[in-house]
């Protein structure tokens, strides 16, 4: 090490150096690290789980979040009963005592479905008139028609279906399923997330704490790739500085950071030396990952996307890239599905832009032998009201709405649960997102029940005290 470095060393405290180095888990996958020296030379991180508690069926997870709360009464839950009433009052007896978010205290008038439905395939799956590839693989799909949450608000409601609570801390799902059974990629974080945008100009932020790993070891913690220009910050050195000289720094750290470990035993050290271990393959796995120009046109037509453009055409894409390279959990936001006003013609445009994305990544992992161990959820946040806000959009809805699985164990050409005639309440085989969370688990070999981890004296879960397998729609 050169005296120059020693010497800057000294002038900052320890973890002061570390911040301004790193600025965070995204940033020790960025700060400008030597890229060939150590790839492939540390196996992928084991979870806790060392045998699993069931047969495994699933070894990764693509979980899609229609975020601002995807209509179900315009996408998978047909209601002609609804349809037959629009414009009539909505009956109390439906809505007294229930929470609503925008519309308390305002009239309620029944609000039909803006567009047709039709049924596929020979299991007749039903879905909205306007899908034109997702039909294609209608027997694949498993819709839930009768998921319910906790949350009537954005934040709280992507909190609860991210972490089973809706108070903020919680480790996420993905933190929970890499602390349980790790990642089999050495050369990528074991859970990643990535957001686009729609066209309709209502895309709400999505915060950061959502893949946050809560209590749990900071290195289970979901790290984001944007979709365009760099995937992370700081990820090619700074003018002037080669190789050799990032590597001194990176040595010096990883001998201060031992040091202190050997002293203190702190978990969040052992976190940072592992992360600048992850950073040194990221800075040539990320790009190699991003360069989609390697893939066949006819793929890149199939998805609707000409390269890595931030699109959820793209991202879905990388999804499938990121499953090949043993990341366990993808988290695929895409924001603009908020509709308290246009859903018509909002919906037409939501559906542009998941329909053969959605269709392609599906067939791309048939394809590639992989659909059969890859889960894949499609889910908003919560659903809509079968009232109409403003004479032709939908109030935020938590007590009804339909999340569409496929793959990785989960039985296709499926219709599990309903609500009620008008598409407000789950009534019929109730599928509330502990239930959704536990049978993710269990498909990946997981009790629920016995993942746990200490924090303040008490033994906590994703699924808290609460969650069943459901088994009915199981492979």
């Known amino acids: 090490m050169n005296a120059d470095l020693l010497a800057a060393i000294r002038l900052h405290q320890r973890r002061t150096f570390l911040t301004q180095s790193c600025r965070g888990v995204g940033a020790l996958a960025l700060s400008s690290l030597l890229p060939q020296a150590v790839a492939g030379a540390t196996p992928p991180p084991r979870g806790v789980v060392t045998k699993p508690h069931v047969p495994p069926k699933a070894k990764r997870v693509i979980f899609m979040v229609m975020a601002g709360g995807a209509s179900h009464l315009e996408l998978f839950d047909h209601k002609p009963e609804l349809a037959k009433r629009h414009g009539q009052p909505m009956p109390e007896s439906v809505t007294k005592g229930q929470p609503i978010a925008q519309l308390q205290g305002a009239k309620l008038t029944c609000f039909g479905p803006q567009w047709g439905f039709k049924k596929h395939g020979q299991s007749g799956q039903e879905m909205n008139e306007l899908f034109k590839f997702l039909p294609e693989v209608a027997d694949d799909l498993c819709v839930v028609r009768s998921c319910k949450t906790e949350a009537i608000n954005h934040d709280p409601a992507h909190t609860f279906m991210n972490s089973g609570s809706s108070v903020s801390g919680r480790p996420s799902m ?27 100009g209502q895309n709400q932020p999505i915060a950061s704490r959502q893949w946050s790993a809560g209590f749990l070891p900071g290195k289970f913690q979901g790290v ?16 002037g500085v080669g190789a050799e000289q990032q590597k001194d720094v990176i040595d010096a750290v990883a001998r201060l950071n031992q040091m202190q470990n050997a002293a203190v035993d702190d978990p969040e050290i052992a976190t940072r030396i592992g992360q600048y271990e992850l950073a040194f393959r990221m800075q040539t796995s990320v790009p190699e990952l991003m360069d989609l120009s390697k893939e066949p046109a006819k793929v890149l ?96 809805h938590m007590k009804g709405f339909s999340v569409l699985l496929a793959g990785g164990g ?33 498909l990946l070999g997981i009790d629920h029940e016995r993942l746990t981890y200490k924090f303040q004296g008490r033994d906590y879960r994703l699924t808290d005290v609460h969650g069943r397998v459901v088994k009915e729609i199981l492979a």
């Not at 984001?224 to 003018?239: A, C, F, I, S």
Request: proline fraction near 4%; charge should be negative; glycine fraction near 14%.
């Open 301 to 396: 037509e199939s998805y609707g996307t000409k390269g890595a453009d931030g699109s959820f055409a793209a991202n879905c894409l990388l999804a499938r890239r990121m499953a090949q390279k043993g990341v366990r959990f993808i988290q695929l936001y895409h924001r603009d599905w908020d509709h308290h006003g246009g859903v018509k013609d909002g919906i037409k445009l939501k559906i542009e832009e998941i329909d053969a994305p959605l269709a392609a990544l599906i067939k791309d992992l048939k394809r590639l032998g992989m659909f059969e161990d890859t889960l894949i959820v499609l889910t908003g946040e919560f659903g809509r009201t079968p009232m109409s806000q403003g004479g032709n959009g939908r109030d935020h």
């Open 224 to 239: 984001q790739l944007r979709g365009k220009g760099d995937p992370v910050l700081y990820l090619t050195n700074p003018p």
């Open 174 to 200: 993905g933190s929970w399923l890499t602390y349980g059974i790790g990642s089999e990629s050495a050369d990528l974080p074991g859970f990643v997330v990535m957001t686009s945008n729609g066209r309709g």
């Open 410 to 442: 989960i039985k296709g050409g499926v219709s599990y649960g309903a609500t009620d005639e008008f598409g407000y309440n789950a009534e019929e085989k109730v599928f509330p997102v502990h239930d959704l969370h536990a049978t993710m688990l269990h």
